[in-house]
């Protein structure tokens, strides 16, 4: 309590350090009774070796930093120090009694008094010994309303660092220590434009959440209202069936009766837990908005600002999304009056309970499913019901002009079902699937929608040679996919190009000098690995291409293709020269060995290049000068020739590069072709419009719809087709 009533006789100013001028942290206390904060007693020795006491001048030889932790804390103005802190940080914006700006603390009374209210406090006997705390006055609100310094309380704010996050004056030391370690300070005003048009954002943002909950409770709540009518409407079918069945059916209606009671109440909790959640999402919100009220014109209060911001943008992202107000469709149940009733009656009873969404609902979350002509796709189903027969579920494709295309059903077990399809003909289609001949839709109540895009040729780059700056007359020799779905090109240079699915040039990816890059391959941990013939290696790096290990200096004499086996962590690479395969621990760099020799019978090679894994760990390898392509598996055994020597549909001819796609069919770039064939050589068809001129590169791109991206030699550029 003595601490306290000092307080109604502390001058703010005795709170301030006099080295710092800030208020005092940990405050230390010299012989001569003087108190400053202990990290600045400590930056007197560092700079000075020796403290001298700012206020009377007197030395201390022999202080040290070893001594500083031993000098006396003093404790009251510790203490004082957390009351004034503790006190203006929550100063209400309201007198306790009035409307007015509080100016003065009651420690006694614990309250925040204004100057009319102060006088009345001091007039009361018992109050007017209360002691008293003068708070710092702030004439108003509003950017354009003059902001004092709290440490020099004569001169206006004029500076606020970004680095630090403080506010100061030309008085203030802080702020030239700031400039001296070429600190961001800028001119305060500024920062308060930026953090008020900040928080005016996120205040925005929380209006928006607010009146999007609104709406979707509103929508929720008329869901209900619907419900409850149809569950009326079905009551009373359900009541008037039963006056025309005999007494025997009553005990059945009584029955059904229970069950759809049983809709209702698992409807309502679901609608009622709905609702909870929005009202809780509605008091998050309505919580931060004053908050955030209170923060406006505090750029200091930005890490603050920045908590309520990510909270409301938790919010948004899940309340915001076009379809959040669509997330729950309730299908009400209806009732189907029995026929033959009196052949049936025994059996259905009265009637039976129709709630199909309730037993069945389409699993696929990606709409629209987007695929390319002709291109296989599934849609699965699920069901709570113990039916197992294909003969429940139905679908049909219907395009915009009507056509219809068939589908497969397939029951796999435990309630799920795959309709497989695929449509003939570009343009939009729909799935109609229906269970016992009421339609059923998505899982978020959306229709199974079909975009099916052309075959062909989609984007193409520009000629590389314009967007390169060394090696310009070298051209384009691979392309890849990298993990954040960009295409990287290579082109026998150090010069590596990033172009998204678009085909626009993103930029340059400068690599060390020195370098020719011929392939590259994108690993599974976001990790890659390319040939170097110019050095004749292989580099290993990371994801912003800083080199971590090179292989085969001195064994490797013209690498090309390359690819790494995820689970063995095995890479192989095709050396054009020696004819053969060889084998590195892509982790320890390890040489594990080789295979292949040179020649065109079984198993082996005339400059192979292009390199692929199938999901078996079996090895493809595209060899040039055998016009063939050849199957290893894992122990490095010959399987088979996959495909042969020839300019026909069937055969390769000068092949370069293959490429695997998710459903395991190869894409092979040869002469002047681009050919798909399955996983057992046989041919599928040609991919290209034509166009292609010494293909050389291929990288799938796209699962749905099935599109790859080719390095086109002849021309200087990349072309990505739809498949």
């Known amino acids: 309590m003595s601490e306290q009533k000092a307080l109604q006789f502390l001058d703010k100013n005795d709170l301030e350090c006099a080295i710092c001028l800030e208020r005092l942290t940990e405050p230390k206390t010299l012989e001569c009774l003087h108190s400053y904060c202990l990290h600045c ?81 001091k007039i009361i006997p018992v109050l007017k010994n209360h002691p008293l705390y003068t708070l710092d006055k702030i004439q108003g ?127 309502k909790e679901l609608i009622d837990n709905k609702v909870k959640n929005i009202d809780s999402k509605l008091l998050k919100v309505n919580e931060m908005l004053p908050l955030i009220n209170t923060m406006m014109n505090k750029p200091e209060e930005r890490e603050t600002l920045r908590f309520h911001e990510e909270n409301i943008d938790a919010v948004k992202e899940e309340t915001l999304e076009s379809k959040y107000d669509e997330s729950i469709k309730i299908k009400a149940p209806t009732f189907i009056p029995s026929k033959n009733l009196d052949k049936l009656i025994d ?77 003939h003909k570009e343009g939009d289609w729909k799935m109609k699937i229906t269970a016992r001949g009421e339609e059923i839709k998505g899982s978020r109540g959306e229709e199974i929608n079909i975009k099916v895009e052309a075959l062909g040729l989609v984007h193409t ?88 290990r090179t292989f085969g200096k001195g064994t490797l004499t013209h690498p090309r293709g390359l690819t790494v086996n995820k689970e063995t962590r095995t890479m192989y690479v095709a050396d054009w020269d020696c004819h053969c395969v060889f084998k590195f621990n892509v982790d320890s760099g390890e040489l594990i060995g080789r295979f292949g020799s040179k020649g065109n019978k079984e198993g082996e090679m005339n400059m192979p290049d292009g390199l692929a894994l199938t999901n078996e760990g079996n090895l493809i390898v595209v060899e040039v000068g055998n016009h063939r392509i050849q199957m290893f598996d894992a122990n490095d055994k010959f399987i088979k020739i996959l495909v042969g020597k020839g300019d026909q549909d069937g055969h390769v001819q000068y092949p370069h590069y293959v490429a695997i796609d998710s459903e395991e069919n190869l894409l092979v770039s040869s002469n002047n072709k681009l050919k798909l064939f399955d996983q057992n050589g046989v041919f599928l068809k040609l991919i290209y419009d034509g166009g292609l001129d010494v293909p050389y590169g291929v990288a799938i791109i796209s699962k749905k719809p099935r599109r790859v991206a080719v390095a086109n030699y002849r021309s200087n550029k990349v072309k990505i087709y739809n498949y």
């Open 41 to 121: 007693l400590q930056s007197l020795i560092k700079t000075s070796g020796k403290i001298k006491c700012p206020k009377c001048c007197k030395m201390y030889d022999d202080l040290n930093q070893f001594y500083l932790k031993d000098l006396t804390t003093n404790e009251m103005l510790s203490y004082q120090v957390k009351f004034v802190g503790n006190i203006e940080s929550e100063k209400p914006p309201k007198c306790s009694s009035c409307d007015n700006q509080p100016e003065y603390y009651c420690s006694e009374c614990q309250m925040y008094l204004c100057g009319q209210c102060i006088t009345h406090h």
């Open 141 to 267: 609100e509003g950017k354009d309303l003059p902001h004092k310094c709290i440490y020099h309380r004569d001169c206006m704010l004029e500076f606020y660092c970004r680095i630090c996050l403080k506010s100061g004056c030309k008085k203030c030391e802080h702020v030239l220590r700031c400039y001296q370690n070429e600190h961001n300070v800028i001119p305060f005003e500024t920062a308060v434009d930026e953090f008020n048009q900040n928080a005016t954002e996120v205040k925005k943002s929380a209006e928006e959440i607010k009146e999007k909950l609104k709406r979707t409770r509103e929508s929720f709540m008329k869901e209900r209202s619907d419900f409850e009518l149809k569950l009326k409407i079905c009551r009373t079918a359900i009541e008037l069936q039963e006056e025309n069945i005999i007494k025997k059916a009553q005990e059945k209606a009584r029955a059904m009766l229970m069950d759809l009671d049983k809709i209702d109440k698992k409807n």
């Open 347 to 423: 059996l259905e009873g009265i009637g039976k309970m129709s709630n199909v969404e309730c037993a069945y609902q389409v699993a696929e979350d990606k709409v629209p499913i987007i695929v390319t002509k002709g291109q296989p796709f599934e849609v699965k189903v699920v069901s709570s019901s113990v039916e197992s027969e294909e003969s429940v579920l139905a679908a049909t494709l219907i395009n915009d002009s009507g056509e219809e295309s068939a589908t497969e059903v397939k029951h796999q077990g435990s309630g799920e079902y795959r309709i497989t399809g695929r449509c």
């Open 461 to 548: 780059t520009d000629n590389i040679e314009k967007l390169k700056v060394h090696n310009k007359n070298e051209k384009v020799n691979d392309v890849i996919l990298d993990k954040d779905g960009n295409l990287i090109v290579t082109s026998f240079s150090k010069d590596l190009l990033k172009f998204n699915q678009e085909c626009s040039f993103i930029g340059r990816i400068e690599i060390p000098d020195n370098v020719m890059v011929v392939c590259i391959h994108q690993m599974s941990d976001g990790q890659m690995v390319y040939s170097d013939c110019l050095n004749k290696t292989v580099v290993k790096c990371d994801d912003k291409f800083q080199q971590i």
